[in-house]
């Protein structure tokens, strides 16, 4: 099969008028923003990357260098704190035999940040704008503040993770309260670093990136993993002796990876070059280098998290409180009191394991070990940021300052964390990533069904809809993972062992299922099921035929009255 037939296949063919191609994409326009024209305003965008001209090449790489930058702000997502603390339980838990669930996760989640960048590429819009144009009033707001509490529910966990990192790099003399509210200045400082360029700002992420690396890899080559094991455990997908304990860790492995604020921000990040939208081959040839280096993004985060398992796979697995204890004991650590007398299974989160780390080979893994990890929640916290602003706007046409928007989400995300650092102990604030994970896990239908909602329709897309292929295989995916997911949150509920949160989280289903299923009907619709829709025409502005599914106004610079 050519190249040209491929392409056929996986995407709609685009329409034509007196035998010659048209496109549209140079009417869809991201709706006005109500902030006169002249008032300055700062965001990702206040500058766009040139595209390099006149290479006609298969492959270019200074058009990829070009294009290189937004791939890599999105997979800092699949390093965020609650990702390194599913990566070490998986080691701990299950050792090297889940790796291929995290390879499989993060292919799922290429595939989606996929159709994400496409979106953003094709319509000029984010993933939030074209929701604000699709949905009614009330669904709009819904949606909009289920997005918001993933991020919100995201940011708390890369506070507590920076706060972690900064009492192991102290030795405890800065606690967990004082660490807790020092990431509300490093955040504010870290963002101005944007008034000195899109592309200086793009390689410190980088930079960051590779702090992890280095550290997260100087453990790796530190503990020495079985590379025969790793292997196995990567490409076999068999967990041998697993029992419900490694069960859920592979649910939560799937959960922790694909996060659904990210999908908004890479739609959003996409928008930073300079791409002719009018021109079909200058918009495939973005697509094509978008998802290079989305690719090579997502590979290089796989590696730092299969370092990580890899770790306390091969120095911690099986191991029981007892010999962990009497290790921290012999190198004199004082942590000891975290490890009780018994035979039960060691059981780390990202406190402990730099604790552990520390007692079985030296003070400098620890350290390092923390260095790594407030890498990850520095890096983390400043993108999440850029997606509550990105999704505000879109969601709401609201633009705030980004201080104020910081401001916002992060005393949010701060207020609880704070009171538990303050009245709790280490414990009780690693436990809360427990129900944070559960939190976004609830959140994902909110990001994965309107994405391939819109990525499948016609006039949004014109010629690069989601073709029979892609419709196919993303409603698969988007189904799979969204049942790992609720299948982590009834294991989660359960756990709780409380007849009225029984019922209140009975009651939340209801509510939650309807809006699900609500989501679900449109995008049912949009993939081609138009017996769907019945009545004639649903409230979205859809018509019996899903080519004519888009507001006719898509190419207006004012918001639908609806």
Wanted: charged share 15%; hydrophobic share 50%.
């Amino acid at each position: 099969m050519t190249s040209e037939q491929d392409g056929d296949l996986l995407e709609e063919d685009s329409p034509q008028e007196n035998g010659i191609q048209t496109n549209q994409y140079s009417t869809i326009s991201p709706p006005a923003s109500p902030v006169a024209q002249d008032e300055p305003f700062s965001t990702y965008f206040e500058e766009k990357v040139p595209i390099p001209e006149g290479e006609n090449q298969v492959f270019s790489f200074r058009k990829l260098w070009a294009f290189t930058g937004p791939g890599f702000l999105m997979s800092i997502a699949y390093l965020d704190p609650g990702n390194i603390e599913s990566d070490l339980q998986s080691g701990a838990k299950a050792g090297f035999k889940l790796l291929w669930v995290l390879l499989g996760a993060t292919i799922i989640g290429l595939l989606l940040q996929r159709l994400a960048a496409r979106l953003g590429v094709v319509t000029g819009m984010h993933l939030a704008e074209v929701c604000n144009r699709q949905y009614p009033t009330v669904p709009r707001i819904i949606l909009w503040l289920m997005v918001e509490l993933a991020i919100i529910g995201s940011d708390m966990q890369e506070v507590i993770g920076c706060a972690i990192a900064l009492n192991l790099l102290s030795v405890g003399r800065i606690p967990l309260w004082a660490g807790v509210l020092i990431t509300i200045t490093d955040t504010f400082v870290f963002l101005f670093l944007d008034k000195y360029g899109l592309r200086k700002l793009e390689a410190f992420f980088g930079f960051l990136i590779a702090v992890m690396a280095i550290s997260f890899g100087y453990e790796y080559i530190l503990v020495k993993p079985d590379q025969g094991e790793l292997l196995k455990g990567m490409f076999v997908p068999y967990c041998e002796g697993c029992g419900p304990p490694q069960m859920e860790q592979a649910v939560g492995i799937v959960g922790a990876v694909i996060m659904p604020h990210n999908i908004y921000l890479h739609s959003a990040l996409v928008k930073s070059r300079e791409v002719d939208r009018t021109n079909k081959k200058d918009v495939k040839e973005a697509n094509k280098y978008f998802f290079i280096e989305s690719a090579a993004a997502l590979f290089v985060s796989f590696l730092i998290n299969v370092f990580v398992v890899a770790v306390f796979a091969e120095a911690f697995y099986n191991k029981t409180n007892m010999e962990v204890n009497a290790e921290c004991n012999a190198t004199g650590s004082p942590h000891t009191d975290l490890f009780p007398l018994n035979n039960k299974t060691l059981e780390v989160d990202i406190y402990k394991g730099g604790v552990v780390l520390g007692c079985f080979f030296g003070p400098a893994a620890l350290y390092i070990w923390a260095i790594g990890i407030l890498a990850a929640g520095q890096s983390s916290t400043m993108t999440g940021t850029y997606s509550g602003q990105f999704v505000m706007e879109g969601f709401l046409n609201l633009r705030w300052s980004r201080f104020a928007r910081v401001l916002l989400t992060r005393s949010i995300a701060i207020t609880p964390t704070l009171l538990v650092a303050i009245f709790q102990d280490v414990q009780h604030l690693t436990g809360m990533n427990d129900f944070l994970n559960v939190l976004q896990s609830m959140q994902l239908p909110f990001a994965l069904i309107p994405i391939l909602t819109f990525t499948s329709l016609t006039p949004i897309m014109n010629d690069f809809a989601n073709g029979l292929v892609w419709k196919i295989s993303g409603s698969i995916m988007i189904l799979v993972v969204c049942a790992i997911n609720m299948y982590f949150v009834i294991v989660y509920v359960t756990s709780l062992n409380s007849v009225l949160l029984y019922v209140l989280s009975a009651l939340l289903s209801i509510a939650y299922l309807c809006f699900v299923g609500y989501l679900a009907w449109h995008c049912l619709i949009a993939l081609g099921v138009s017996c769907l829709d019945f009545g004639g025409r649903v409230p979205m502005g859809l018509s019996r035929h899903t080519d004519i599914y888009l507001l006719n106004d898509m190419d207006t610079d004012t918001l639908v009255e609806r």
